[in-house]
């Protein structure tokens, strides 16, 4: 029996143009413009162009999926993905949008966050965020942490570093978050 060419380039043809639009669409759906296509999300861009993280050390500006999109692992990344795009489409449908419960989104937004992510940016966990100067002791013993240098954290980078690109109004009040939240009440008047 002849080898069947024509069936395997057929095949192969067709997995091609699977896979290239599979990868397109994963682009497109990691895009800043996809994300802010729902008017829901524009309050958390808002805010990010308020923040300490609005643009990276390059200046570049930041994108959603630069933090929220798992980048580390293309399976954990197709997964993240799946959930929170469906989510977020039920909530929109569903005209659950509006007035979200940031308390509970603040966890599953954690549990999204890779420590890789963070670090893509934050390599060198001895220096200050503006890389001018070391972390203070509090910061060296929880980094120590961490890495596993003196005990072992079960926490991410997220669990300590909390409200650094968003900032819901109930944690508005907390001191740390004060610079931030006046840059929002300025950009709210």
């Known amino acids: 029996m002849p080898f069947p060419h024509k069936r395997v380039l057929a095949v192969g043809a067709v997995c091609a143009v699977v896979l290239a639009a599979s990868a397109g669409a994963v682009h497109y759906t990691s895009s800043r413009e996809f994300c802010l296509s729902c008017h829901e999300m524009r309050?958390?861009?808002?805010?990010?162009?308020?923040?300490?993280?609005?643009?990276?050390?390059?200046?570049?500006e930041i994108t959603c999926s630069q933090c929220?999109?798992?980048?580390?692992?293309?399976?954990?990344?197709?997964?993240a993905k799946s959930w929170l795009g469906v989510r977020d489409i039920w909530a929109h449908a569903n005209g659950k949008g509006e007035d979200?419960?940031?308390?509970?989104?603040?966890?599953?937004?954690?549990?999204?966050?890779?420590?890789?992510?963070?670090l893509a940016c934050h390599e060198d966990l001895t220096k200050n965020a503006r890389r001018d100067g070391p972390v203070s002791r509090e910061g060296q013993l929880a980094h120590d942490n961490y890495l596993g240098r003196n005990g072992q954290s079960r926490s991410g980078c997220v669990g300590c570093h909390q409200n650094l690109a968003h900032l819901p109004e109930f944690d508005e009040r907390i001191p740390r978050n004060s610079q931030f939240a006046a840059k929002l009440k300025e950009s709210r008047s």
């Open 43 to 60: 309050v958390h861009q808002e805010e990010l162009t308020r923040s300490s993280h609005a643009r990276d050390a390059e200046g570049r």
């Open 68 to 79: 929220h999109i798992p980048s580390g692992n293309v399976v954990r990344m197709l997964a």
């Open 100 to 118: 979200p419960d940031r308390a509970a989104m603040q966890a599953v937004a954690r549990r999204f966050t890779d420590d890789a992510n963070c």
